[in-house]
């Protein structure tokens, strides 16, 4: 009886939360505007910060080890060096690829490359045989690196280094300040929202106070503020969910899905742009909520 009696009054704030919300929407306003603007802000952050983390991690999986095998070496010594790299732990796949391949794949690169190569004989190609190592876990792929470089018969050993470190420690900058740029802007966007609704309700304490003369506790004079929060919140995270799902998708089809090379890869809009909206929804309704519940309790000492 008790809890159908708590369901049947939480039902009626309900109502009566989405009502107010209307009723005072021109003060309401202020609120889901301030909310809007911010999630639009918080979406770009959120955006921005996951597709950073997808370009760390496409470069990381990405990450291969060449190894440039001497030109004296027959093939007997090049399965020895295939046997010692396999010996070393991190290794996820060893790829050989010949100076004859090689020497074919530059020379489909351009017409340049094709007339030069062209006029090699295969006792002329000055290219090495190579091994392409990917490892498992590439923030020990300098390690890898050292070791496989002083196999014998190994002519040297490339990765990128020191520009892929430096690239990922942009990336891994830029992702930590688009983090504080979203945390710093629900902390700002709650603060305002407990400003903006102290107004709104603070045009209706005569309401607050006939509660209060027929013996209405706390939590019931409380709650229908709150709930009337959660529909602010979720008002206001209407036009920033819509720029989202329709605004990535057409950049994604614009730019195919890729900025500048193939290293730099946006994630597929679906279903990335649905846990977004779900982010800026949950956001929304919870910084409203609580911007309601703090301005009641702060202001109106209830």
């Known amino acids: 009886m008790i809890k159908m009696k708590n369901i049947r009054i939480l039902i009626r704030n309900i109502r009566d939360g989405l009502k107010n919300v209307i009723r005072n929407f021109s003060l309401s306003l202020a609120s889901i505007s301030c909310i809007t603007v911010t999630l639009l802000i918080v979406a770009v952050a959120v955006v921005g910060s996951s597709n950073v983390e997808n370009f760390t991690k496409v470069i990381r999986d990405d990450f ?19 046997e010692e790299i396999e010996k070393l732990s991190n290794i996820e796949s060893i790829e050989y690829n010949s100076k004859k391949d090689i020497a074919e794949q530059m020379k489909g690169e351009s017409d340049i490359f094709n007339t030069i190569i062209s006029s090699w004989s295969e006792s002329e190609n000055p290219l090495y045989d190579t091994y392409l190592v990917k490892v ?5 792929i300098s390690d890898v690196a050292n070791k496989i470089e002083k196999i014998d018969s190994v002519e040297m050993v ?7 470190e430096s690239l990922l420690s942009i990336f891994d900058i830029l992702e930590k300040i688009l983090i504080i740029i979203v945390v710093s802007l629900i902390i700002v966007t709650a603060f305002l929202i407990v400003n903006t609704i102290k107004i709104t309700i603070f045009s209706r304490q005569e309401e607050i106070e006939i509660k209060r003369l027929v013996g209405a506790s706390n939590f019931s004079i409380k709650q229908p503020f709150v709930i009337e929060g959660l529909f602010i919140g979720l008002i206001g995270s209407i036009i920033p969910i819509l720029v989202t799902v329709y605004g990535y998708s057409i950049l994604y089809e614009k730019t195919g899905g890729v900025f500048f090379s193939k290293f730099i890869q946006l994630i597929k809009p679906f279903p990335f742009v649905f846990w977004v909206s779900i982010i800026l929804a949950m956001i929304g309704i919870i910084v409203g909520m609580f911007g309601s519940s703090r301005a009641v309790r702060k202001y109106l000492k209830i």
Do not use: L, P, Q, R
């Open 64 to 82: 291969t080890i060449v190894v440039y095998m001497s030109n004296s070496a027959d093939s007997k010594i090049e399965n020895t060096i295939k």
């Open 136 to 140: 498992k876990d590439s923030e020990k």
């Open 158 to 164: 490339k990765y990128g280094e020191g520009m892929i």
